[in-house]
């Protein structure tokens, strides 16, 4: 039941965001973004303009193969995406504004679900499931307080 709200809620997300897309080729080369650190080492996971144009459904590709058919594969992974492009300043993906998730998303008007449930710094502990919080853990919600992240 939750996870179909989850899919249901993400297919209306979806919809309105595809609305938000970036209004012109110059916005989506950048012109009009906020300064972008860039990610650590050599290249992303797929040539840059790819990524702008497509990260969307290689993240939603890759959650579905994880999740509904239990195949781990890495290149597109989230958790990646996270140890990559934390911020130098926050050390975190999504924490402030500035931020290398957050930047682009305040300007699309995108807002995630994704930190309820991910660490927006490298090296936390993988997603807790929801209702299943191991002793020791920190639960979704807290985490997701505890990262600052609001989006
Ligand atoms: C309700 C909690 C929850 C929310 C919200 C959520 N996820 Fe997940 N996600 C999980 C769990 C649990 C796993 C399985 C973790 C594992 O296998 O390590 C997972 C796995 C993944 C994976 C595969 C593992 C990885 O690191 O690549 C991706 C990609 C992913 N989620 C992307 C997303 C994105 C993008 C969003 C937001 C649009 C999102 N998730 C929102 C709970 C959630
Ligand atoms: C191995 C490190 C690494 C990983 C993993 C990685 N990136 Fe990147 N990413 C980079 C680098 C480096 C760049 C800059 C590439 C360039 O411009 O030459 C980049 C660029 C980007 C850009 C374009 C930024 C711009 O300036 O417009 C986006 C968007 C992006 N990455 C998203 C992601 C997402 C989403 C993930 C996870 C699926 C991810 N990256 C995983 C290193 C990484
Ligand atoms: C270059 C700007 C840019 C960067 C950087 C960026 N995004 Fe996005 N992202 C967008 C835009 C624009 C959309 C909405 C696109 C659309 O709907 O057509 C979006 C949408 C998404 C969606 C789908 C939202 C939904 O609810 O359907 C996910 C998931 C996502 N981004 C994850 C990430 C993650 C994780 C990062 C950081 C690793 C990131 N993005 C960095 C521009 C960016």
Redesign the pocket.
Known sequence: M?RLA?WLR?AVLLGVTAMFAFPSQEAAAGVNLPKLERGKGDACVEDTETMRRHHMNM??H??DK??RQGI?TTK?????CVECHAGSHTGSVASAREDFCMACHVYAGVK???W???ATRPADK?????GATPRGETS?ILASTLNGASQ
């Open positions: 939750a989850h993400l993240l939603k890759q959650r994880t999740m781990r597109h992974s989230l958790k990646g995630l679900d994704c309820n449930c991910h993988a997603p807790t499931r929801v979704p």
